[in-house]
């Protein structure tokens, strides 16, 4: 599915937190009223963020397939919260050009709902934490 074996997150000062994988950096921080500087996105707006794009992805990959312009495709996502701000429902709106041809417009819904992302968060991941001792090579 993804090379990312392994992220390492780095913590470079006041409430910035970056990932890093491979040759990439994932620069995070918090907005002004939760003490950051509102340098980058916060980590929550990256995992919507994340819901977003994979479903981009698949569906510029199902337009170029079929030599469909997918430069006026918008995909608009709506998340809702409960009362106690926790992640309710995520609404995926693909707007589409009026010269889109109909017979294409079930299927690449279908295609979104293969989002790679979509998938990991309904297939409920269990998480491990834990702490480890750095060694000396690996703290320098």
Do not use: W
């Not at 890093?20 to 939760?34: A, Y």
């Amino acid at each position: 599915m993804s090379d990312t074996h392994e992220l390492v997150i780095t913590l470079p000062g006041n409430r910035r937190v970056d990932a890093h994988f491979g040759h990439h950096v994932v620069r995070t921080d918090q907005p002004v009223d939760n003490g950051g500087d509102d340098t980058a996105p916060s980590p929550f707006q990256m995992f919507l963020a994340s819901i977003g794009t994979c479903a981009g992805i698949f569906v510029q990959g199902f337009c170029a397939k079929r030599n469909l312009d997918f430069s006026r495709v918008r995909i608009v996502e709506r998340p809702t919260f409960d009362a106690q701000g926790a992640l309710k429902d995520v609404a995926l709106e693909v707007e589409l050009p009026a010269d889109f041809p109909e017979k294409y417009r079930e299927p690449l819904l279908r295609v979104v709902e293969q989002c790679s992302v979509k998938k990991a968060i309904a297939a409920q991941p269990t998480f491990t934490v834990r702490t480890s001792m750095a060694s000396a090579a690996s703290a320098a």
